[in-house]
């Protein structure tokens, strides 16, 4: 305690101007020492927002809509007040079966000085014409150059008499939770706005094939999408798409569609108004512990591949069974990253691809197509060995199964070239049941063998036990579409 009291007695010899001197400097170090973080928490963002606002834009769209033949919704057809409101309408309307112009807000942002400006496709979907109003209130009409319903992007092009002001596209891969951002856009048509806060969440997917959002909880509402999420130094991180919401406002959880993916796609539609992916051609899961297991494999890395359509991959040897752990020299997590590199990959390249198969890894060469141009075409279903004369029946791992028949091909709505056992019913209280497995569903493989009796497919369960299995793989197919079930072997 007496030392202690020294030192305090010495500090307090120090001349005023000494202190004060030492006060500036420990308060200087410890600014220093702060994140840019607590800096941005400090200061005011007004020379951020009157940095980046002249790029920012209004987008109101207008549709003609149809008018009414009748009071329809209104009263029921033939009630004796049909006529009192259709000659109601008419006097308001003048003509009630007069078309209608119907308009949307939204928000975007010119990327270059020549006026190209990005927003969402929802924003402009189906648009007669689409007005762009700048932060000065000049107004132009806009075209549009292209769009992209997968990443909900959209391209326009306005004309203007002098270089427009443009902002920049961050990485968004730089984008750290936790960083600051801010947003702005035409939230609920009240104009130019804006709102602050930080990255709540990297990489959230919501429906889309090639998602990839930047979750904030800087406020969004409706007439913010296509609005621009920006990082402290003014560039872009985001476009403004989707909130959470239980009544439609903002409550904090608001997802802006990352850079790096709105880039790939703006370049693609200013070069061909159209995007060009990288297309495979197979049909893909994920795999899970069970799965991985009744495959022997140690990991859930990879995408298992449960179908190879006429295509690419099928040219190049690839089989339903496969799993991919690399593509163009890049390893492969699970089936979203897998799409989103492929997509990703420019059409007409050759890539090599990595698969496992029977516990071998093999390097396959795969020519890549246009997804665009194969999303409407049909999986090839491979022909097998024609079913037996006599059907049989019978219950295997909570599983009612029956032999393929001309009567029960027709029941299912398959064709003559679907070979396999078809479930007839499923115990309620198994495994297969919590796994998702419903009448009419059709297992074409067992153990990666096609089976087309019940007899394959208890030898299948046999050599499963026999190699040390706790599972059987089942690869089975709904209306068409395959996926892979691994079911315990207990329940046999």
């Known amino acids: 305690m007496q030392s202690k009291a020294v030192s305090m007695s010495n500090i307090s010899l120090i001349p005023l101007q000494m202190r004060l001197l030492l006060l500036a400097v420990l308060t200087l170090a410890f600014m220093l020492v702060q994140p840019p973080s607590a800096w941005a928490q400090q200061q005011s963002l007004a020379p951020l927002a009157e940095k980046i606002s002249p790029s920012v834009v209004n987008i109101t769209t207008s549709t003609v809509v149809a008018g009414r033949t009748g009071p329809q919704g209104i009263v029921p057809e033939g009630s004796p007040f049909e006529d009192f409101f259709r000659e109601f309408q008419d006097r308001n309307n003048g003509d009630g079966n007069r078309p209608r112009r119907s308009s949307a807000l939204g928000s975007g942002f010119v990327i270059s000085e020549d006026g190209y400006v990005v927003t969402n496709n929802h924003v402009i979907d189906g648009?007669?014409?689409?007005?762009?109003?700048?932060?000065?209130?000049?107004?132009?009409?806009?075209?549009?150059?292209?769009?992209?319903?997968?990443?909900?992007?959209?391209?326009?092009?306005?004309?203007?008499?002098?270089?427009?002001?443009?902002?920049?596209?961050?990485d968004s891969d730089l984008a750290r939770v936790g960083d600051w951002v801010v947003a702005m856009g035409n939230p609920l048509g009240q104009g130019f706005s804006v709102s602050a806060g930080i990255v709540s969440a990297r990489n959230r997917a919501l429906s889309g094939t090639y998602?990839?959002?930047?979750?904030?909880?800087?406020?969004?509402?409706?007439?913010?999408?296509?609005?621009?999420?920006?990082?402290?130094?003014?560039?872009?991180?985001?476009?403004?798409?989707?909130?959470?919401s239980p009544n439609g406002g903002s409550i904090g959880i608001g997802f802006s569609m990352a850079s790096n993916v709105v880039t790939r796609v703006v370049d693609q539609l200013k070069e061909f108004g159209e995007t060009r992916r990288g297309w495979l051609g197979v049909r893909i899961q994920d795999l899970t512990d069970d799965l991985a297991e009744s495959m022997g494999l140690e990991t859930t890395a990879g995408a298992l591949v449960t179908d190879v359509p006429e295509g690419p991959a099928r040219e190049a040897g690839m089989e339903a069974g496969d799993v991919i752990i690399s593509f163009a020299g890049k390893n492969v997590e699970d089936t979203r990253g897998?799409?989103?590199?492929?997509?990703?990959?420019?059409?007409?390249?050759?890539?090599?691809?990595?698969?496992?198969?029977?516990?071998?890894t093999q390097t396959l060469r795969v020519t890549l197509g246009r997804r665009e141009e194969a999303e409407g075409a049909v999986p090839a279903v491979a022909a097998g060995p024609e079913e037996s004369d006599e059907p049989t029946t019978k219950d295997v791992l909570g599983l009612s199964l029956a032999t393929l028949t001309d009567e029960l091909r027709e029941q299912l709505g398959v064709d003559d070239k679907t070979q396999g056992l078809a479930v007839t019913a499923v115990d309620e209280a198994t495994e297969a049941f919590e796994?998702?497995?419903?009448?009419?569903?059709?297992?074409?493989?067992?153990?990666?063998q096609r089976v087309t009796s019940i007899s394959e497919l208890e030898e299948r369960i046999e050599a499963a036990k026999e190699a040390g299995r706790k599972s059987l793989l089942l690869l089975v197919r709904r209306a068409g579409d395959p996926r892979f079930v691994a079911l315990s072997l207990s329940d046999g």
């Not at 292209?146 to 909900?152: A, L, Q």
């Open 127 to 170: 648009a007669d014409e689409i007005l762009v109003e700048f932060f000065n209130g000049d107004e132009l009409k806009a075209e549009v150059i292209g769009t992209d319903p997968n990443t909900d992007i959209a391209l326009l092009k306005v004309e203007a008499d002098g270089p427009l002001p443009f902002v920049a596209f961050a």
């Open 211 to 244: 998602d990839d959002y930047i979750q904030t909880d800087a406020a969004i509402n409706r007439g913010n999408s296509g609005g621009p999420l920006f990082n402290m130094d003014g560039e872009v991180i985001g476009v403004n798409t989707a909130i959470l």
């Open 338 to 360: 897998l799409v989103r590199e492929v997509g990703n990959s420019p059409v007409g390249e050759t890539v090599r691809v990595t698969v496992l198969r029977e516990g071998a």
């Open 435 to 448: 796994k998702g497995l419903r009448a009419g569903d059709i297992i074409t493989e067992a153990g990666q």
